[in-house]
């Protein structure tokens, strides 16, 4: 079994019609497992929705928390790109046992051209197989904690 | 380097608005590479466009031919589910020192709600990490070749 | 009030993924008119789901009858664009006190490029603004019965 | 011939995955048109790309100069929803010889489940059937200039 905690990010991001602004209200989660035809046994809980710049210690000691808690080895988390780096370095110093893996999207999914389904299938498919570790999973590839940084002009991630 | 090879299938199905039949104009593996923000190094090569349930054995000699012959160690396949199994057994008994992943639609990509791009993402990420082999990535799962069945019914691989 | 009447059409067609054919499940239109954010008075009854070329003459009297007795002037039928002229030129022949306006699609609503938003609009529009007579709103434009054809080499409706 | 003026507005707004604002780039305009499979003559320019509260008289008063000095009868404008009756009023004071419609949309196009086709097929309609006059075509609706508000609550347009 795999859990998935949805954290928020760009991923879940909506357009409120009545103010023009971005905003989240639910996850798309299951909604895009469901499209995905994913047969993968999956529990989905959603911890928060934040935006990850707004993100707190407290926000991240919950999510450690949750990872160290819950009775499953392989963790997979969706998070927004601006600070998920230092969620997976966080998570590494404190857990060394279990699988887990963060994902995010450039593109919210509800905007027709994410990048969110793609990110989704390949975080799936790398804490499978990987060994116990915190890595993040975005552009196709996969980072360790600590070995990886949002490049901010190019929007993408890169090996440091 | 990941060597791609397109061979058709119902991810590259269009509508023919003429008609009101399904056919293939060209891949859109590349659209769907840029939209997930792939920043792997990859190759794509079209062998053909086809069904296929109309492949012969010709069109799977020509694949393995392909796999043998192309100067990488990784290789995606794009495939019509129907006989994704016979070819990834074929390739099995010709090719033992590559790892070959493929993988395929349930839904045109072109169709909205495919899970194309999902697929796609997963056997990026397995054929990063999985040893020498071939394998069938879908619904999220990845399979050995040989120890996987399409269920006609249900319309998703499963184990056997 | 308008009154819809739902016959079917590549409006409605959806892709059938356990078999890879296009067949008829339930209409989109009231999901379309969500979408559209339609705050005109509609009420729409599904008559048939069928491809218009396999329309015969006892479906074409059950629309033609449906209009009569219907309590409303304007009329919208959404209609597959092969034999939308002859059912046009049919209900002209029989009624001539009300506003009726036929539209359809080019592309299934569900395959993501679908003008069918676009001629809901347009037919929506026409039939509050034109008088009684019967009309095919298409590629923008409207035509009266008897004087449009499709051109099926060009997919589109052109005045004749 | 329809000319149609571009000034921004929902319509057009797109995310920056790099910051994840919404900002303009270009028009979809005439993706639009083409997915919507429009035959009708049209001429396409983009006066200026913004959101309608930044909208100053000197805006109102290029729309208004580029109306009068077209050649062209029929004039479909783009314009945000927050201040397109305002623009209307002031067009409507200005100009009485030319069919002026002004449409926009909730959701911008780019973002999937976007109200713009249906607008833009109704704006199309309402411009060759109705006479002289400034209107706005909302919601399947049509409504004359100083004979409409927006309902920021409902987020739709209603008549007063």
Chains 1, 2, 3, 4 share one sequence.
Do not use: W
């Not at 798309?28 to 707190?56: C, P």
């Not at 392989?74 to 927004?80: A, E, K, N, Q, S």
């Not at 995010?104 to 905007?111: E, Q, T």
């Amino acid at each position: 079994m795999i859990q998935i905690y949805v954290t928020g990010g760009t991923f879940d991001k909506e357009y409120n019609e009545l103010n023009g602004s971005l905003y989240f209200k639910e996850t798309h989660l299951q909604e895009m497992l469901t499209k995905g035809r994913n047969r993968l046994d999956v529990k989905t809980d959603t911890l928060f929705m934040k935006d990850s710049l707004e993100f707190s210690d407290t926000d991240r000691i919950q999510i450690c928390d949750a990872c160290l808690s819950v009775n499953a080895d392989r963790i997979l988390i969706t998070h927004g790109t601006d600070t998920m780096t230092l969620t997976a370095e966080y998570l590494a110093g404190q857990i060394s046992n279990k699988t887990i893996v963060l994902t995010g999207a450039m593109i919210p999914y509800k905007f027709g051209s994410s990048d969110g389904m793609f990110n989704l299938g390949s975080a799936l498919a790398f804490i499978q197989v990987l060994p116990p570790g915190v890595y993040i999973s975005m552009n196709g590839k996969v980072f360790e904690a600590g070995k990886v940084r949002k490049n901010l002009e190019r929007g993408e991630f890169e090996a440091i």
